[in-house]
Protein backbone atom coordinates (compact mmCIF):
# COMPACT_ATOMS: atom_id res chain seq x y z
CA UNK A 1 0.00 0.00 0.00
CA UNK A 2 1.78 3.17 -0.81
CA UNK A 3 1.30 7.27 -0.71
CA UNK A 4 1.32 9.87 -2.64
CA UNK A 5 1.58 13.50 -1.24
CA UNK A 6 1.84 16.92 -2.34
CA UNK A 7 3.14 20.20 -0.70
CA UNK A 8 0.17 22.43 -1.67
CA UNK A 9 2.09 25.31 -0.54
CA UNK A 10 5.03 26.18 1.49
CA UNK A 11 6.41 29.38 2.80
CA UNK A 12 5.39 32.23 5.09
CA UNK A 13 2.86 33.22 3.31
CA UNK A 14 1.04 29.64 4.40
CA UNK A 15 1.43 26.01 4.78
CA UNK A 16 -0.50 23.22 3.55
CA UNK A 17 0.19 19.32 3.06
CA UNK A 18 -1.77 17.00 1.27
CA UNK A 19 -1.33 13.16 1.62
CA UNK A 20 -3.31 10.08 0.82
CA UNK A 21 -3.48 6.36 0.67
CA UNK A 22 -5.96 4.65 -0.90
CA UNK A 23 -8.42 4.62 2.02
CA UNK A 24 -7.87 7.75 3.18
CA UNK A 25 -6.80 11.66 2.90
CA UNK A 26 -5.39 13.73 5.50
CA UNK A 27 -4.04 17.53 5.49
CA UNK A 28 -1.87 19.09 7.58
CA UNK A 29 -2.26 22.60 8.27
CA UNK A 30 -4.06 25.08 6.50
CA UNK A 31 -2.53 28.28 6.40
CA UNK A 32 -3.87 29.47 3.18
CA UNK A 33 -7.91 30.66 3.03
CA UNK A 34 -10.55 27.66 2.26
CA UNK A 35 -11.11 29.05 -1.14
CA UNK A 36 -7.07 29.18 -1.95
CA UNK A 37 -6.47 25.20 -0.48
CA UNK A 38 -9.65 24.04 -2.78
CA UNK A 39 -7.91 26.11 -5.70
CA UNK A 40 -4.82 23.89 -4.49
CA UNK A 41 -6.64 20.94 -4.33
CA UNK A 42 -8.05 21.21 -8.07
CA UNK A 43 -4.67 21.50 -9.39
CA UNK A 44 -3.64 17.96 -8.06
CA UNK A 45 -7.12 16.81 -9.34
CA UNK A 46 -7.90 16.68 -5.66
CA UNK A 47 -11.46 17.36 -3.89
CA UNK A 48 -11.50 19.21 -0.69
CA UNK A 49 -14.88 17.81 0.37
CA UNK A 50 -13.22 14.53 0.10
CA UNK A 51 -10.69 14.82 2.96
CA UNK A 52 -11.21 12.57 6.28
CA UNK A 53 -9.28 15.41 8.46
CA UNK A 54 -6.73 18.25 8.95
CA UNK A 55 -3.75 17.65 11.66
CA UNK A 56 -2.33 20.46 12.77
CA UNK A 57 1.25 21.28 13.47
CA UNK A 58 0.98 24.29 15.83
CA UNK A 59 -0.99 27.43 16.05
CA UNK A 60 1.04 30.20 14.14
CA UNK A 61 -0.98 31.88 11.34
CA UNK A 62 1.11 30.74 8.34
CA UNK A 63 -0.12 27.23 9.48
CA UNK A 64 -4.06 27.65 10.36
CA UNK A 65 -5.05 30.78 8.47
CA UNK A 66 -8.09 28.77 7.01
CA UNK A 67 -8.00 25.95 9.51
CA UNK A 68 -11.59 27.04 10.89
CA UNK A 69 -13.21 27.98 7.57
CA UNK A 70 -12.01 24.23 6.62
CA UNK A 71 -13.23 22.66 9.37
CA UNK A 72 -16.74 24.73 8.86
CA UNK A 73 -17.03 23.98 5.25
CA UNK A 74 -16.67 20.05 5.05
CA UNK A 75 -17.39 19.27 8.74
CA UNK A 76 -13.94 17.88 8.80
CA UNK A 77 -12.46 16.47 12.04
CA UNK A 78 -9.00 18.05 13.42
CA UNK A 79 -6.30 17.07 15.42
CA UNK A 80 -4.09 19.13 17.36
CA UNK A 81 -2.42 18.82 20.98
CA UNK A 82 -3.95 20.09 23.83
CA UNK A 83 -1.62 23.04 24.49
CA UNK A 84 -2.15 23.82 20.36
CA UNK A 85 -6.16 23.89 21.00
CA UNK A 86 -5.63 25.78 23.88
CA UNK A 87 -2.92 28.22 21.57
CA UNK A 88 -5.61 28.18 18.33
CA UNK A 89 -8.69 29.43 20.58
CA UNK A 90 -10.27 33.07 19.31
CA UNK A 91 -7.67 32.36 16.40
CA UNK A 92 -9.99 30.01 13.95
CA UNK A 93 -13.14 30.87 15.26
CA UNK A 94 -15.77 28.40 16.32
CA UNK A 95 -15.45 24.75 15.46
CA UNK A 96 -18.06 22.10 17.12
CA UNK A 97 -16.60 20.12 19.80
CA UNK A 98 -17.68 17.02 17.95
CA UNK A 99 -14.73 17.79 15.27
CA UNK A 100 -12.34 18.55 17.59
CA UNK A 101 -9.57 16.07 18.67
CA UNK A 102 -6.63 15.63 20.67
CA UNK A 103 -3.02 14.05 19.12
CA UNK A 104 -0.47 14.00 21.75
CA UNK A 105 2.65 14.77 21.13
CA UNK A 106 4.99 11.11 20.82
CA UNK A 107 2.14 9.60 20.30
CA UNK A 108 0.88 7.17 17.17
CA UNK A 109 -2.47 7.15 15.35
CA UNK A 110 -4.02 4.74 12.88
CA UNK A 111 -6.17 5.12 10.17
CA UNK A 112 -6.21 2.26 8.01
CA UNK A 113 -3.27 1.01 6.48
CA UNK A 114 -1.82 4.97 7.52
CA UNK A 115 0.49 5.36 11.01
CA UNK A 116 0.78 8.85 11.39
CA UNK A 117 3.77 9.32 14.58
CA UNK A 118 3.58 12.90 15.91
CA UNK A 119 6.94 14.23 17.33
CA UNK A 120 8.08 17.61 19.29
CA UNK A 121 10.50 20.17 17.14
CA UNK A 122 11.72 23.19 18.76
CA UNK A 123 10.27 26.40 18.09
CA UNK A 124 8.47 29.59 19.97
CA UNK A 125 4.80 27.76 19.93
CA UNK A 126 2.58 26.93 22.23
CA UNK A 127 3.87 22.60 21.70
CA UNK A 128 4.97 22.40 18.23
CA UNK A 129 5.28 19.08 16.52
CA UNK A 130 5.49 17.39 12.94
CA UNK A 131 4.66 13.98 11.70
CA UNK A 132 5.67 11.03 10.60
CA UNK A 133 3.59 9.13 8.19
CA UNK A 134 4.17 5.30 7.52
CA UNK A 135 2.38 2.55 5.75
CA UNK A 136 3.76 -0.91 4.74
CA UNK A 137 7.59 -0.32 4.49
CA UNK A 138 7.19 3.45 3.34
CA UNK A 139 7.67 6.14 4.96
CA UNK A 140 7.50 10.25 4.66
CA UNK A 141 8.94 12.80 7.27
CA UNK A 142 7.28 16.26 7.34
CA UNK A 143 9.37 18.71 9.42
CA UNK A 144 9.87 22.63 9.23
CA UNK A 145 9.60 25.12 11.82
CA UNK A 146 12.49 24.19 14.32
CA UNK A 147 15.28 25.97 15.38
CA UNK A 148 18.03 22.84 15.20
CA UNK A 149 17.29 19.18 14.22
CA UNK A 150 17.73 17.38 17.46
CA UNK A 151 19.47 14.07 18.17
CA UNK A 152 16.00 12.29 18.90
CA UNK A 153 14.83 13.93 16.19
CA UNK A 154 17.38 12.43 13.82
CA UNK A 155 16.04 8.85 15.47
CA UNK A 156 13.05 8.96 14.68
CA UNK A 157 12.79 10.09 11.07
CA UNK A 158 15.82 8.45 9.77
CA UNK A 159 15.65 6.61 6.28
CA UNK A 160 12.73 7.90 5.04
CA UNK A 161 12.02 7.00 1.41
CA UNK A 162 10.62 11.08 1.41
CA UNK A 163 11.28 14.36 3.18
CA UNK A 164 9.58 17.53 3.31
CA UNK A 165 12.34 19.48 5.12
CA UNK A 166 12.84 22.94 6.32
CA UNK A 167 15.53 24.79 4.07
CA UNK A 168 14.56 28.88 5.37
CA UNK A 169 17.39 31.01 5.32
CA UNK A 170 20.41 31.41 4.16
CA UNK A 171 22.20 32.90 7.28
CA UNK A 172 24.34 35.68 5.62
CA UNK A 173 21.41 36.94 3.32
CA UNK A 174 19.40 37.13 7.08
CA UNK A 175 22.08 38.69 8.42
CA UNK A 176 22.64 41.52 6.35
CA UNK A 177 19.02 42.09 4.97
CA UNK A 178 16.11 44.63 6.10
CA UNK A 179 14.75 42.56 9.23
CA UNK A 180 14.82 44.20 12.93
CA UNK A 181 17.57 42.45 14.73
CA UNK A 182 15.19 41.22 17.15
CA UNK A 183 13.32 39.30 14.47
CA UNK A 184 16.68 38.02 13.10
CA UNK A 185 17.37 37.23 16.66
CA UNK A 186 14.46 35.03 16.80
CA UNK A 187 15.14 33.17 13.13
CA UNK A 188 18.54 32.18 13.89
CA UNK A 189 17.60 30.83 17.69
CA UNK A 190 17.11 27.52 18.73
CA UNK A 191 13.40 28.35 18.37
CA UNK A 192 13.35 30.02 15.16
CA UNK A 193 14.38 28.19 11.79
CA UNK A 194 16.69 26.16 10.22
CA UNK A 195 19.06 27.49 7.55
CA UNK A 196 20.28 25.74 4.31
CA UNK A 197 23.52 24.82 5.98
CA UNK A 198 21.92 23.62 9.35
CA UNK A 199 18.98 21.82 7.12
CA UNK A 200 21.97 20.01 5.20
CA UNK A 201 23.66 18.58 7.90
CA UNK A 202 20.90 17.39 9.76
CA UNK A 203 19.34 15.47 6.19
CA UNK A 204 23.16 13.89 5.68
CA UNK A 205 22.46 12.28 9.55
CA UNK A 206 18.90 10.84 8.50
CA UNK A 207 18.97 10.29 4.83
CA UNK A 208 19.42 6.64 4.60
CA UNK A 209 19.30 3.72 1.94
CA UNK A 210 15.62 4.23 0.63
CA UNK A 211 15.51 7.80 0.62
CA UNK A 212 15.44 9.01 -2.84
CA UNK A 213 13.55 12.35 -2.68
CA UNK A 214 14.01 15.50 -0.34
CA UNK A 215 11.99 18.35 -0.53
CA UNK A 216 13.17 22.40 0.20
CA UNK A 217 10.16 23.78 2.17
CA UNK A 218 9.45 26.47 4.32
CA UNK A 219 12.10 29.23 2.14
CA UNK A 220 12.18 32.58 3.71
CA UNK A 221 10.86 35.05 1.00
CA UNK A 222 13.13 37.63 1.99
CA UNK A 223 16.19 35.57 3.38
CA UNK A 224 16.48 32.43 0.77
CA UNK A 225 16.20 31.86 -2.89
CA UNK A 226 15.28 28.54 -4.36
CA UNK A 227 18.61 28.56 -6.52
CA UNK A 228 20.46 29.54 -3.50
CA UNK A 229 18.84 26.71 -0.98
CA UNK A 230 19.49 24.25 -3.62
CA UNK A 231 22.95 24.43 -4.25
CA UNK A 232 23.65 25.33 -0.50
CA UNK A 233 22.36 21.92 0.58
CA UNK A 234 23.69 19.93 -2.77
CA UNK A 235 27.10 21.50 -1.97
CA UNK A 236 26.78 20.58 1.79
CA UNK A 237 25.59 17.17 1.70
CA UNK A 238 28.16 16.31 -1.25
CA UNK A 239 30.99 17.00 2.02
CA UNK A 240 29.32 14.48 2.89
CA UNK A 241 29.42 11.90 0.22
CA UNK A 242 25.49 12.11 -0.71
CA UNK A 243 25.58 12.94 -4.15
CA UNK A 244 22.20 14.63 -5.01
CA UNK A 245 21.44 13.38 -8.81
CA UNK A 246 22.88 10.40 -7.98
CA UNK A 247 21.66 8.83 -5.11
CA UNK A 248 18.34 10.90 -4.56
CA UNK A 249 17.07 13.89 -5.90
CA UNK A 250 16.02 17.77 -4.65
CA UNK A 251 12.83 19.29 -5.09
CA UNK A 252 11.48 22.81 -4.86
CA UNK A 253 8.33 23.77 -2.96
CA UNK A 254 6.15 27.11 -3.51
CA UNK A 255 4.22 29.39 -1.69
CA UNK A 256 1.34 29.21 -4.48
CA UNK A 257 2.16 26.48 -6.88
CA UNK A 258 1.80 22.67 -5.37
CA UNK A 259 3.94 19.85 -6.22
CA UNK A 260 2.90 17.56 -8.83
CA UNK A 261 0.81 14.31 -6.65
CA UNK A 262 3.94 11.91 -6.06
CA UNK A 263 4.07 8.29 -4.99
CA UNK A 264 6.18 6.55 -2.84
Known sequence: ???????????????????????HSFLVDAGLSCKKIGEQ?????????????????????????????????????????????????????????????????????????????????????????????????????????????????????SDADAYIFESNHDTEMLRMGRYPWNIKRRILSDVGHVSNEDAALAMSDVIGDRTKRIYLAHLSKDNNMKDLARMSVTQTLATRGIEIGTQLDLFDTDPYIPTGLTAV
Open 41 to 157: MEQIDRDPSKLDAIFITHEHSDHIKGLGAMARKYKLPVYANERTWKAMDGLVGEIAVDQKFTFDMETVKSFGSLDIESFGVSHDAAEPMFYIFRTGEKKVVLITDTGYVSDRMKGLI
Open 1 to 23: MSMQFSVLASGSSGNAFYIETKE
